[in-house]
Nanobody, 128 residues
Framework: VQLVESGGGSAQAGDSLRLSCVVS????????MGWFRQAPGNEREFVAA????????TYLESVKGRFTISRDNDKRTVYLQMNSLKPEDTANYYC??????????????????????WGQGTQVTVSS
């Protein structure tokens, strides 16, 4: 399974960006998908996840109300709409598919090791 992220770039605080992740597998419709991020010197952290049918989502507390995860199963693509960006959102953003069988529950933050088949990442830099 290959995952290819795009849509990153430079932004000012308050701006918006939309990240996309295209997945090569025809089984995409059955995958729970997630977005993670990693800033220099920091561990990779969970940002958002979406269930296979798009009905359930969960978010990192600090991005709730600003970021929205969505998916288009026909296009085998998962999106991360990022609004009201802050400098602390600066990181390399990765998408991944859930591999451990855990389900998406609002407020439940998954472990990074619950996910695999990582993409190469797309850099988001937010200046104040």
């Amino acid at each position: 399974v290959q995952l290819v992220e795009s849509g990153g770039g430079s932004a000012q605080a308050g701006d918006s960006l939309r990240l996309s992740c295209v997945v090569s597998s025809r089984a995409f419709n059955y995958f729970t998908m997630g977005w993670f991020r990693q800033a220099p010197g920091n561990e990779r952290e969970f940002v958002a996840a979406i269930s296979w049918n798009g009905k359930d989502t969960t978010y990192l507390e600090s991005v709730k109300g600003r970021f929205t995860i969505s998916r288009d199963n026909d296009k085998r693509t998962v999106y991360l709409q990022m609004n009201s960006l802050k400098p602390e959102d600066t990181a390399n953003y990765y998408c991944a598919r859930e591999i451990s069988g855990t389900i998406v529950l609002p407020g439940r933050i998954p472990f990074t090791h619950d996910y695999g088949d990582w993409g190469q990442g797309t850099q988001v830099t937010v200046s104040s």
